[in-house]
């Protein structure tokens, strides 16, 4: 499984950014996509995520209501559309596959900046 992000980039506060994340391999109906993020001397953290086949979406506290994870099942793409954006949502954003909601992640992607800043 190979995952590829893409999409980060420099936002104003308040702005909005739309990460992609594009899957080659195999995901099976029980597995989540999700998106984690990082900052340097933080531990990655859990930001997002939606199970592949129910379409089921779970989100951390800090972005619930700004934040959307959708996916396009056809194109095997992920996506997190970013709103209302905090210099706070500044971090390394990884998508991953994993077997749970929040944990047990199995393939990481490479990572795409996302930088809110005036």
């Known amino acids: 499984v190979q995952l590829q992000a893409s999409g980060g980039g420099l936002a104003q506060p308040g702005g909005s950014l739309r990460l992609s994340c594009s899957v080659s391999?195999?995901?099976?109906?029980?597995?989540?996509m999700g998106w984690f993020r990082q900052t340097p001397g933080k531990e990655r953290e859990f930001v997002a995520s939606?199970?592949?086949?129910?379409?089921?979406?779970y989100y951390s506290n800090s972005v619930k209501g700004r934040f959307t994870i959708s996916r396009d099942r056809a194109d095997k793409t992920l996506y997190l559309q970013m709103s209302s954006l905090k210099s706070d949502d500044t971090a390394i954003y990884y998508c991953?596959?994993?077997?749970?909601?929040?944990?047990?992640?199995?393939?990481w992607g490479q990572g795409t900046l996302v930088t809110v800043s005036s």
């Open positions: 939606i199970n592949w086949n129910r379409g089921d979406t």
């Open positions: 391999g195999r995901i099976f109906s029980s597995h989540f």
């Open positions: 991953a596959r994993s077997r749970s909601t929040r944990s047990d992640v199995d393939y």
